[in-house]
């Protein structure tokens, strides 16, 4: 398939393009950009015009529900999705039922994954068996099935010495490690932030303290074992802080936070509001205000969608009682652009916090449309205003904070490996 995408303003963060370009695709791949190759015809024309062509999306926290949780959603409805929201490339935590601690399992999602033919799929393996925090996985094999990193999703460690053996393990082989900062004693049976709301509302409440205990104890084990961390979900103004601190002085570490908590506070759960309820919970203004502006300065390296499909009716329960997660990744574009734009950040900004920066972390070589790389593209309309219809989604998680917001930029058409796998009709 040979496709011409033409009259689009080509924004490519990676290579310092932001300028009206044609795109040429062929046999998967770009290339050329701005003018034709010689004897270049197109089997498809892609009339972008007023629209942006940027690399396709990499979202670094897709739950994908499978196996084991169909009945929340499924491979093929989770990656619909995502392509639906430009999104091209994703990882997806470990944290499965079973999780991802065998190779079989991991090259049983990766096979699925690749018959579907629409996003790329990037396992997290489970850091240690079962998640349960006490014995390490056979990480080299996993990594020899697909994994790019391993992680303890949710799940907390048995103790530090765990912790500590895994870094030591992770950095000899130079496996990247992800891990949520999260003290399961300070945090437990909390819901919400310690703060005026949880105090107003009777709620179980987790403490910043939780976060930067915890944050602090893998900092220092970074430290001593010299492993490539990658610090998943920041929440706090403090955590900000001491990720900048710890670039600063040489630790390997870099951090994403949830594109939700780019914009909601505490504030935002009113009166019990369930889709309000999420890991890391939403905390301070001021919180959402640090972590805007470590996005800004680059002490926060990506965004992700966070996406977690959650039953409808796990959601209609008492804020306290319900499952904790929230639909995402068909809004991770729209709100990183609103980020940009309120930040009074240019659009690139924008993107390359959803591609180049993520694909980095990855350690994967996507994120960019230079001659030669894999033609997996999304073009949007950057002016288009939505209404976001939890119906009109296509994850079959419904659950979103976002529910009847006004957004602007819309996805129009996804490729990826020079397939056209969306197109909004």
């Not at 003290?183 to 403490?207: C, Q």
């Amino acid at each position: 398939m040979k496709i011409h995408i033409k009259s689009g303003r080509l924004i490519d963060p990676k290579h310092g393009v932001d300028t009206q370009r044609d795109v040429f695709i062929a046999a998967g791949k770009v290339v050329a950009i701005g003018d034709a190759p010689a004897g270049f015809s197109a089997n498809r024309v892609i009339d972008a015009t007023g629209k942006v062509v940027c690399p396709g999306l990499v979202d670094l926290a897709v739950r994908l529900r499978e196996p084991g949780f169909e009945y929340l959603a499924t491979l093929e409805t989770e990656m619909k999705a995502a392509i639906a929201g430009g999104v091209t490339s994703l990882a997806c935590p470990p944290d499965t039922d079973p999780p991802l601690d065998e190779p079989g399992l991991v090259e049983m999602l990766k096979f699925s994954a690749k018959n579907l033919n629409q996003a790329h799929l990037y396992p997290v393996g489970a850091l240690t068996t079962g998640l349960k925090g006490k014995n390490l996985t056979e990480m080299a094999e996993l990594r020899d099935a697909g994994c790019v990193a391993f992680s303890q999703a949710d799940a907390p460690f048995a103790d530090s010495q765990v912790l500590l053996h895994a870094l030591q393990y992770a950095a000899t082989f130079g496996f990247p490690v992800w891990l949520r900062a999260q003290d399961p004693a300070l945090s437990r049976h909390g819901v919400a932030h310690e703060g005026e709301v949880a105090t107003r509302l009777g709620l179980p409440a987790i403490p910043v303290i939780a976060e930067t205990v915890a944050l602090s104890t893998i900092l220092l084990v970074a430290r001593q074992t010299g492993a490539r961390i990658h610090i998943a979900r920041l929440s706090s103004a403090e955590g900000v802080a001491m990720v900048r601190e710890a670039k600063s002085r040489g630790i390997a570490v870099t951090c994403d936070i949830g594109i939700h908590h780019a914009h909601l506070s505490e504030m935002d759960i009113g009166y019990f509001d369930p889709n309000c309820n999420l890991t890391p919970p939403l905390r301070s203004q001021r919180d959402r205000d640090a972590l805007r502006a470590g996005l800004s300065d680059g002490t926060i390296d990506a965004l992700c969608s966070d996406h977690t499909p959650v039953d409808e009716d796990a959601k209609q329960l008492p804020f306290s009682e319900a499952e904790s997660g929230a639909t995402g990744v068909e809004l991770l574009l729209p709100l990183a652009l609103k980020w940009a734009t309120e930040s009074k950040l240019p659009l690139a900004a924008a993107i390359a916090h959803i591609t180049a920066k993520p694909a980095a972390i990855l350690g994967i070589d996507a994120g960019h449309l230079g001659v030669g790389a894999t033609a997996d593209a999304c073009i949007f309309d950057p002016a288009a205003d939505w209404r976001v219809e939890p119906s009109a989604l296509h994850s079959l998680g419904k659950n979103t904070p976002f529910s009847g917001y006004e957004l602007r930029g819309r996805v129009s058409h996804t490729l990826v490996s020079g397939n056209l796998v969306f197109e909004r009709k």
